[in-house]
C-alpha cells in the first residue's frame, strides 16, 4: 500500500508564501512523475503543477505561473517520491486544499487528473485578503 502524505498548508495573507511538502511511505515504488492540484469549494478539482523526473520538466497551470515552484527533494531523488510546492504571491483565490498525486508508469499528459495512480488527502491552504 502506498501513501501520500501532504504537510505545510495553513492560513496566510495574500502576498504571503507557503511551502507545500509530500512524501511517500509504504511499499516502496519509483513514481514516472508527481503533480499538485486544488479543489476549492464547489468547484473541480484543478491542476496546478507536475514534475517529471526523467528530464525535471516542470509544468504549471497558468494561474500559477511565476509564482508557484515545484520541485523534488534531492535526498530522495532515487525513489523520486518527495516533492515540494513553493508558493510565492499568495492571493485569496488560490484558497483551496491542495492534493498531491503520483503516477509510476510513464504518461504523455501529466496535467490530468485521470493520469495519477495515487493520491494524499490533501493539506488545507487559505489566503486572507
Known amino acids: 500500500q502506498v501513501q501520500l502524505v501532504e504537510s505545510g498548508g495553513g492560513l496566510v495573507q495574500a502576498g504571503g508564501s507557503l511551502r507545500l511538502s509530500c512524501a511517500a511511505s509504504?511499499?516502496?515504488?519509483?513514481?514516472?512523475?508527481m503533480g499538485w492540484f486544488r479543489q476549492a469549494p464547489g468547484k473541480e478539482r484543478e491542476f496546478v503543477a507536475a514534475?517529471?523526473?526523467?528530464?525535471?520538466?516542470?509544468?504549471?497551470?497558468?494561474s500559477v505561473k511565476g509564482r508557484f515552484t515545484i520541485s523534488g527533494d534531492s535526498a530522495k531523488d532515487n525513489a523520486k517520491n518527495a516533492a515540494y510546492l513553493q508558493m510565492n504571491s499568495l492571493k485569496p483565490e488560490d484558497t483551496a486544499v491542495y492534493y498531491c498525486?503520483?503516477?509510476?508508469?510513464?504518461?504523455?499528459?501529466?496535467?490530468?487528473?485521470?493520469?495519477?495512480?495515487?493520491w494524499g488527502q490533501g493539506t488545507q491552504v487559505t489566503v486572507s485578503s
Open positions: 498525486a503520483a503516477v509510476v508508469s510513464p504518461k504523455l499528459l501529466i496535467s490530468m487528473k485521470r493520469t495519477y495512480d495515487y
Open positions: 514534475i517529471r523526473w526523467t528530464d525535471g520538466a516542470t509544468y504549471y497551470a497558468d
Open positions: 509504504g511499499r516502496t515504488f519509483s513514481s514516472y512523475a
